[in-house]
């Protein structure tokens, strides 16, 4: 999708660019004219007439390509060397009919190698230069060949002329392209530092959402997600939130030590990552208390989850410890959409103290209040 926008804004950016180049075609046929009708175009006026029709078919067909996406077959989809290479032409087969007025038009040499400054590689731009110096000398040598150069001193100057501002836009081009390859060496420098930038904020993100030991959200980004699943909760959306309490786990420490209850606490967590769904949120609430939300569920549905879940853990083997079976209570509540995050906590908490008043390892629910 990025790369079919870019390269339709690429595509936008070649068209502009060529209605301004036909653009300035306009205003030079415009200049023509007023040479021709002040009587400085030394062909007929039928001539006069077909190059200008000419160079509106040109045009015309340079319109088409662009405007029907045909110049994307190109390695160069501006055209940008044909299209110079095209004005170089007409303007010298110009200027070999306005012997008078050839120094006026002379610039335009300049200004249609300016169209490829930005976008033709150096060599090329200089292989084009090249051409125009020698095009523009031919023509004033063949002139004096027929005896028809009326100022030979006016044309050397004009050649002299033209030879420095060829050699000063090359230099100037070599100038803005290097110039061009450092920024846009900068750039992708600057670029790759954002990337890394980027990715170690992204780490540095997951370190503060994510419990270290176990791998599983912490409780300040669960309630963060937990408050934005509430915020974007449907009126016909019940959510499944439970309470988990790993049973005698202060008695595991004890006996064991806090290596082992670290270990049972990796357990828990790697167990829970089997048994839920992508897009169930789990999280370590606090010591060896959890915290389980599964979007769009009810009652039955997330009882058989978390009863999945306990009977996972309770089957789980821990190397080293024996004589302390795993096993884990649930409180359950249901919240819905005007339900607020605290009170259903609450519901859930006091769901989980009843599992632990009946004997622990088992899941107890708190639907009352919730539409279950």
């Known amino acids: 999708m990025n790369r079919q926008v870019t ?24 200049l023509v004219w007023v040479a021709i009708l002040g009587g400085y175009f030394h062909g007929s006026l039928t001539t006069a007439l077909i190059s200008t029709a000419l160079v509106i078919l040109c045009q015309g067909a340079l319109a088409w390509v662009f405007f ?14 044909f299209q110079v290479l095209l004005a170089l032409g007409w303007h010298t087969w110009l200027l070999a009919n306005l012997q008078q007025a050839r120094g006026t038009f002379l610039m335009f040499y300049a200004l249609i190698l300016m169209f490829g400054l930005f976008h033709l590689r150096r060599r090329v731009l200089v292989r084009c230069a090249v051409l125009v110096f020698f095009s523009f000398g031919a023509l004033n040598l063949w002139e004096a060949w027929q005896q028809a150069l009326p100022d030979p001193g006016l044309a050397a100057i004009q050649v002299c002329a033209l030879l420095v501002i060829l050699t000063w836009l090359c230099l100037y081009a070599s100038y803005v392209q290097v110039s061009r390859l450092r920024i846009r060496k900068r750039r992708f420098a600057l670029q790759a530092h954002q990337d890394t930038l980027r990715g170690m904020m992204q780490q540095l993100e997951d370190l503060v959402a994510t419990d270290e030991l176990t791998g599983l959200y912490n409780r300040r980004h669960f309630l963060r997600l937990a408050s934005n699943e509430l915020t974007l909760m449907r009126a016909d959306q019940r959510h499944g939130l439970a309470l988990i309490d790993l049973d005698n786990f202060k008695r595991i420490n004890d006996r064991h030590g806090h290596a082992t209850g670290d270990q049972v606490l990796q357990v828990f967590a790697a167990v829970a990552g089997a048994c839920l769904r ?36 309770a089957s789980a083997e821990l190397a080293g410890l024996v004589g302390s ?18 009170e259903a906590l609450h519901r859930a908490d006091q769901a989980l103290y009843m599992a632990k008043r009946d004997g622990r390892n088992r899941c107890a ?3 009352e209040g919730t539409d279950a």
């Open 278 to 313: 992508e897009g169930d949120v789990l999280a370590r609430y606090g010591g060896e208390e959890f915290v389980l939300l599964i979007p769009e569920s009810n009652a039955e549905r997330f009882s058989a989850c978390c009863e999945r879940l306990r009977l996972a853990f």
């Open 68 to 81: 029907s996406g045909r110049n994307k077959r190109f390695a160069d989809p501006g055209l940008t060397e």
């Open 365 to 367: 629910a708190a639907w």
């Open 7 to 30: 390269r339709n804004a690429l595509q936008k950016l070649l068209i502009k660019r060529f209605l301004l180049a036909a653009g300035t075609y306009a205003l030079l046929l415009l």
């Open 325 to 342: 079976n795993l096993s884990l209570s649930v409180g359950m509540t249901l919240i819905s959409m005007n339900d607020g995050l605290d």
